[in-house]
């Protein structure tokens, strides 16, 4: 008898698929709009507030201390109390820290909002990619993930207008800036009601019956007839979540998961290292190289541009290449680019270096959020990508307080080359995890 989930995984990309896809993508957009606004507030604080690098470093790395934190606790809720409560939460939790982060009135208070901000944002990105991953029909589910990190770029690329068009306006053009952020908050309730809850997740707790009703809805949106499974239709009524025999949990470092969780948390430390390292800090460099405020602001703008076709080569790419080659190859071009960052010194390379290292950074998280979901049984697959992304999280925020530090030793040169280094040690891990294209994911 065919199972749910293989039901699901045998369906062509309906339109039941896209509206889950925009519908988690909306709110990635805004977990990276959220992001990347404080680069730019950085920036503008440096000079309304005459902050030393240490008290920017912190400002810049605080948020990622509590996205390593949230990271860690979204995917271990998600697995036990489901993908779309945990994405709604976190939705409300950040929006409402970012809300309040506006009315700042000391860098301690900034920097207890953005710790706050942290545990949302950190908490939702694996949980959605996991959410995603799971009801993505198998032949396209990397480039459906692919798609769905795509997302981000637009999130940055909102933050790169915003802080072009808004923060240089006014002295408090960086309150009206995180006051934007807000709009997570009301986003919350279309995740929490207009979004499905993972069939997988409903299954493992009983809910059958919620089960194969989603499955049946995305059936009827392909024009498949429906073929239940006879076992499995027992009346949640009957049934309750206490009575059902739940599959063991088991570990992300067991026997047979170890290798592949050691290799996945490299490359998550390789690429938040060096992503927001040089992201986070991209336009107070560039203020510091001697441009203006609202030059250094334009040429991030440009350079933010090139995420979006990185995302594009990488979702073709990931179903042509697989998973593996096309997440190496892009962490090879992001070490090299950012080589490149460091030596150069017009205008002019500054940007291209800058947009070539968007382009291949960008589609290496693509690749990156596509693998991770893919690698764990369902027991423990919000834990598995969400326990990467937290150690991850470490190197966020490790780099945005070594970056000075890099700066006043060796300048722009000796920090790219430590981010292009860390690419290459991510690239190398990369290459030995195994390749998923096209299988089922594991139940067990």
Same mark, same amino acid.
Do not use: C, H, K, Q
């Given at each position: 008898m065919t199972t749910r989930t293989q039901r699901l995984d045998d369906l062509p990309f309906t339109g039941r698929h896209r509206r889950l896809l925009t519908g988690s993508g909306v709110g990635w957009a805004l977990d990276a709009m959220d992001v990347g606004l404080i680069s730019f507030v950085m920036a503008a604080l440096a000079v309304q507030w005459d902050l030393s690098s240490t008290q920017l470093s912190w400002i810049g790395s605080i948020g990622f201390v509590g996205m390593a934190i949230g990271a860690s606790l979204g995917g271990l809720l998600a697995d036990r109390i489901g993908r779309r409560q945990v994405f709604a939460a976190t939705l409300l939790v950040y929006g409402l820290a970012t809300g309040a982060a506006a009315l700042s009135t000391s860098v301690a208070m900034l920097i207890a909002l953005r710790f706050v901000v942290g545990l949302g944002l950190g908490a939702e990105l694996p949980v959605a990619s996991t959410l995603v991953s799971e009801f993505a029909p198998r032949k396209v589910r990397g480039r459906v993930v692919v798609a769905l990190e795509a997302f981000w770029a637009v999130g940055w690329l909102l933050a790169a207008l915003i802080g072009y068009f808004v923060v240089p306006t006014s002295d408090n053009g960086w309150r009206w800036a995180l006051a934007v952020g807000l709009v997570p908050a009301a986003y919350a309730l279309v995740v929490r009601f207009g979004l499905p809850e993972s069939v997988r997740y409903l299954e493992s707790r009983g809910r059958h019956a919620e089960a194969e009703e989603i499955v049946r809805d995305y059936e009827r949106s392909a024009g498949v007839t429906s073929v239940p499974e006879d076992s499995d239709d027992t009346d949640d009524s009957e049934q309750s979540v206490a009575e059902v025999e739940r599959p063991p949990r088991g570990s992300v470092w067991a026997p047979s998961l170890r290798r592949r969780t050691a290799a996945l948390w490299i490359v998550w430390f390789g690429i938040n290292f060096s992503y927001y390292g040089a992201f986070i800090w991209l336009p107070s460099l560039l203020v510091a190289q001697g441009f203006d405020l609202v030059t250094s602001f334009g040429y991030t703008l440009l350079i933010t541009l090139a995420q979006l076709p990185g995302y594009g080569v990488a979702a073709w790419l990931i179903e042509v290449w697989g998973r593996r080659l096309t997440l190496g190859v892009f962490l090879a071009g992001s070490a090299v680019s950012a080589g490149l960052f460091g030596l150069a010194e017009t205008p002019g390379t500054i940007v291209a270096a800058g947009?070539?290292?968007?382009?291949?950074?960008?589609?290496?998280?693509?690749?990156?959020?596509? %693998?991770?979901?893919?690698?764990?049984?369902?027991?423990?697959?919000?834990?598995?990508?969400?326990?990467?992304?937290?150690?991850?999280?470490?190197?966020? %925020? %490790?780099?945005?307080?070594? $970056?000075?530090?890099?700066?006043?030793?060796?300048?722009?040169?000796? $920090?790219?080359?430590?981010?292009?280094?860390?690419?290459?040690?991510?690239?190398?891990?990369?290459?030995?995890?195994?390749?998923?294209?096209?299988? $089922?994911?594991?139940?067990?």
């Open positions: 947009m070539a290292l968007s382009f291949f950074n960008l589609g290496a998280w693509g690749a990156l959020y596509a %693998i991770g979901p893919e690698l764990y049984p369902t027991p423990v697959r919000g834990a598995g990508t969400g326990s990467a992304a937290a150690f991850g999280r470490l190197a966020s %925020i %490790i780099a945005p307080l070594l $970056v000075p530090v890099l700066l006043g030793a060796g300048g722009n040169g000796l $920090v790219f080359g430590a981010f292009a280094a860390s690419f290459v040690v991510a690239a190398v891990a990369a290459f030995t995890l195994p390749e998923r294209a096209g299988t $089922v994911l594991d139940e067990r």
